[in-house]
T-cell receptor, first 110, second 110 residues
Framework: SQKIEQNSEALNIQEGKTATLTCNYT??????LQWYRQDPGRGPVFLLL?????KEKRKERLKVTFDTTLKQSLFHITASQPADSATYLC?????????FGKGTRLHILP | DAMVIQNPRYQVTQFGKPVTLSCSQT?????MYWYQQKSSQAPKLLFH???????NEADTPDNFQSRRPNTSFCFLDIRSPGLGDAAMYLC?????????FGPGTRLTVL
């Protein structure tokens, strides 16, 4: 069955440093991969999408890479800020179906 | 503002007492989703609609039903809630590979 793994349950990063989150998947060939932010008690908020034929995508302080050979995506937040503290979810999609990983809790320490 | 609205935000029901959660959208998106999310877990896809075409996930319990009477509204019916159905229920719509989530309904089963 399809499986999505996100690195460690929690990640502590010092303010100003780059936070790097990992998403690995098996038994799936997504047409696209997404990253979402989720704050406690709220629904996920879309951040970035990268397609299977793309290697890298950037948006402001965010960067996503996608390696379909390794079946892995890396999500980077540069110049991290305490306000970036949240859970970040990786999601894989093909056609209309989207499945999620359980997320990584990121804490940016002041 | 265009958005995805879920009502109620908090729902308490008794074991075995049917409950209906509602979702509406002003985005006019064709695709709507229902996810179940338990604490520190991935949102789990229950069903999705493309227009009126209903897609049920293979592992969605029969206890869960859904209705989409028109583009704007979608309902999740839980026929006989058990203690294991206590969770956050998220509704989402989709446009070109990006999902827009509602704030969720937190269901408590007593």
């Amino acid at each position: 069955s399809q499986k999505i793994e996100q690195n460690s349950e929690a990640l502590n990063i010092q303010e100003g440093k780059t936070a790097t989150l990992t998403c690995n998947y098996t038994n799936y060939s997504p047409a696209y991969l997404q990253w979402y932010r989720q704050d406690p008690g709220r629904g996920p908020v879309f951040l970035l999408l990268i397609r299977e034929n793309e290697k890298e995508k950037r948006k402001e302080r965010l960067k996503v890479t996608f390696d379909t050979t390794l079946k892995q995506s890396l999500f980077h937040i540069t110049a991290s800020q305490p306000a970036d503290s949240a859970t970040y979810l990786c999601a894989l999609g093909r056609d209309d179906k989207i499945i999620f990983g359980k997320g990584t809790r990121l804490h940016i320490l002041p | 503002d265009a958005m995805v609205i879920q009502n109620p935000r908090y729902q308490v029901t008794q074991f075995g007492k049917p409950v209906t959660l509602s979702c509406s959208q002003t985005l006019n998106h064709n695709v709507m989703y229902w996810y179940q999310q338990k604490s520190s877990q991935a949102p789990k896809l229950l069903f999705h609609y493309y227009d009126k075409d209903f897609n049920n996930e293979a592992d969605t319990p029969d206890n869960f039903q859904s209705r989409r009477p028109n583009t704007s509204f979608c309902f999740l019916d839980i026929r006989s809630p058990g203690l294991g159905d206590a969770a956050m229920y998220l509704c989402a719509t989709s446009r070109v590979d990006e999902q827009f989530f509602g704030p969720g309904t937190r269901l408590t089963v007593l």
